[in-house]
């Protein structure tokens, strides 16, 4: 395989919520849920960003708007090009499940949503719970709702569903209609994460997260997303993992390291 | 095969258990990723390139791979030296095998700097980066193209440093042999070649642009190994002109990805093999798989140890 960008042509722009974007690509990209792809914007810079959608003739990533990437990300129209290279790293596990609950905060509902779908096309029972700021931040909800998926509201705000953390919603899912769950999935940021696994443990199931971290090559040789003290890397060894790998992550839910390879403090998802 | 064939060898009076190292700028960012591909069979470690200010490195794509080799313009990017010094001792702690720092700096003051700060990590080896291609216009032309910069930079780190030194050095040169000359007569403990050749530039024909934000990168892997032999084959034909072959350790770097590529640095020169690219086509074990089949080779052809085929190409 050749680690090149391959040149790609905005087919469509959805506006998903307030600051997100979903651009939506023809063409196969092979991908399974969990993995991602690193995209360039020439004469911009390049970064990784999980697979939202696929089905057999197109795909899509979603874009929140955050940083200087994002943003000339996001003023892109249908017709621009720009490169993709991937799809890379680990994927959820999406076989011999049948009740499954997803867990996803923020950005961090974009994989969920492709793994969501494939869950549905497999027969699998899918609890959904997405947290967000805030009613403008949701995304997907309608799209999941067609797929057969029973969708958890939580904002921080009230401004829709339950008021306070998906957490919350998730201890009383596994406690009541979601008791046969065997597998839970997270994504977002790694506070939420941690008491995703506290939760997972009590309750004795299985759960699958997936990291993020500065990537620079996205295939395991630049070293960039190693996470202490295991030394593995995001990009390859993950960035879906176990719950037993990532509570043996001592950064998890503390530091991460920037593109110059120092540690800083861990202020949330989306990069 | 035999079992018991020895495959450790001897760098600068350090031992490794056997002959593969991982090159710099290769998973070195941090002390735990080092020590995970010690865990994976590397005899030795290498850090990624510091220097003394933090330095974010090149804007994406900075690494990108064609059907023979890699090319990257990293820009190198590093935490700076206070960062790294904490790096280096969790390696140290933690690796089990020996770790070399590698260091760059912007002016031949700076190399005495840089390699005063990082001793006081105590790693075991230090590798001087004279050859980083990637930073040109920033840094003017490597030093490592000119034999008396070369010696000058090799100079300053050995007054600043109890630690054995290397010097690394770059294949885009004139003649290999008069630099390795240079930093052998300024003091050099051994030598690493190569560095990445070229600069090499791949284009995307759909965008006509450059895909490396830097435009042009470093190449490596198969595509730069006959270079890569034949710099160490020189460098030690220049060593034996100075009778310093037994005491000056080469480490041939570039290209080496199967046991055989080991065995043609050994013949040609090299004491120990560099690993980068190969961890990309062959997986983070590519230091188990390599020395196992040195080792199967030294089996096959009755060869007794890494020492008894160093240099044997030579007439
Ligand atoms: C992504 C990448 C980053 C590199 N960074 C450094 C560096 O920081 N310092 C250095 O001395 N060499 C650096 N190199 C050069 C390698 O250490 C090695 O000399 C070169 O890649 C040839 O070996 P290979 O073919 O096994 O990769 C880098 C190489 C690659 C591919
Ligand atoms: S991004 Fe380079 S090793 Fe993971």
């Known amino acids: ?271 | 095969m035999d079992n018991y064939t020895d495959i450790s060898t001897e760098l600068c009076g350090m031992k490794l258990l056997n002959p593969t190292v991982l090159a710099s700028g290769i998973l070195g960012v941090s002390g735990s990723s080092l020590a995970n591909v010690a865990r994976n069979g590397a005899g030795a470690v290498t850090t990624k390139s510091i220097g003394i200010e933090q330095r974010k490195g090149h804007p994406g794509p900075v690494i990108i791979t064609y059907d023979q080799g890699m090319v990257n313009a990293v820009g190198l990017s590093t935490s700076g030296i206070k960062e790294s010094l904490a790096e280096i001792e969790y390696a140290k702690k933690h690796a089990g095998v020996p770790i070399i720092a590698s260091v760059f700096a912007s002016t031949v003051k700076e190399f005495g700097i840089v390699a005063k700060e990082i001793s006081r990590s105590n790693p075991d080896l230090i590798e001087v980066n004279i050859s980083c291609p990637n930073v040109e216009a920033e840094f003017g032309r490597p030093f490592g193209t000119d034999p008396k910069i070369s010696a000058d930079v090799t100079k300053i780190v050995k007054k600043n440093t109890r630690i054995p030194v290397i010097v690394k050095l770059s294949p885009n040169v004139g003649s290999i042999a008069q630099i390795a000359k240079a930093v052998v007569k300024a003091g050099a403990d051994g030598i690493t070649a190569i560095n990445t050749a070229g600069p090499g530039m791949v284009i995307s024909i759909e965008t006509a642009r450059p895909i490396l934000s830097n435009k042009a990168g470093g190449v490596s892997g198969p595509a730069i190994k006959p270079i890569a032999v034949r710099c160490v084959y020189d460098i030690y034909a220049a060593l034996k002109e100075m009778k310093k072959e037994d005491k000056i350790p080469i480490i041939g770097t570039g290209g080496v990805t199967y046991g055989n590529d080991a065995v043609e640095m050994f013949m040609a020169g090299a004491s120990a093999v560099g690993i980068g690219t190969g961890v990309y086509i062959r997986g983070i074990d590519v230091f188990r798989k390599v020395s196992y089949e040195v080792k199967e080779f030294m089996g096959k052809e009755n060869y007794g140890s890494i020492a008894s085929m160093r240099g044997i190409a030579h007439d």
């Open chain 1, 1 to 271: 395989m050749t680690e090149q960008p391959k040149i790609h042509s905005i087919k469509r722009v959805i506006d998903e919520a307030k600051d997100a974007r979903t651009f939506v690509f023809y063409g196969q990209l092979d991908s399974s849920p969990g993995q991602f792809v690193n995209v360039w914007i020439p004469g911009v810079d390049e970064k990784p960003y999980s697979i939202s959608y696929q089905d057999d003739e197109k795909f899509a990533i979603t874009c929140f708007a955050v940083g200087n990437f994002s943003k000339s990300f996001n003023g892109m129209k249908e017709g621009d090009k720009i490169g993709i290279r991937g799809p890379y790293g680990t994927r959820f596990t999406t076989s011999g499940i049948r009740n499954a609950v997803l867990v996803g905060g923020g950005c961090g509902t974009a994989p969920l949503a492709f793994l969501a779908n494939e869950l549905r096309k497999r027969k699998v029972n899918v609890d959904f719970i997405m947290g967000a700021r805030s009613n403008e931040f949701l995304m997907y909800h309608e799209r999941m709702v067609s797929a057969g998926v029973n969708v958890h509201i939580a904002t921080d705000d009230g401004s829709a569903g339950f008021k306070g953390f998906s957490t919350e919603l998730l201890d009383r899912l596994l406690a009541g209609k979601a008791k046969d769950a065997d597998m839970i999935y997270a994504c977002g940021p790694e506070i939420m994460m941690k008491k995703v696994i506290d939760i997972a443990d009590r309750h004795g199931r299985r759960c699958e997260l997936s990291l993020e971290r500065y990537m620079k090559c996205g295939f395991g040789i630049c070293g960039q997303c190693c996470v202490d003290n295991l030394g593995i890397r995001v990009c390859k060894e993950g960035p879906v993992m176990g719950k037993e790998i990532v509570k043996h992550i001592f950064e998890f839910n503390k530091y991460k390291r920037d593109s110059s390879g120092k540690k800083v403090p861990f202020y949330g998802s989306c990069n």
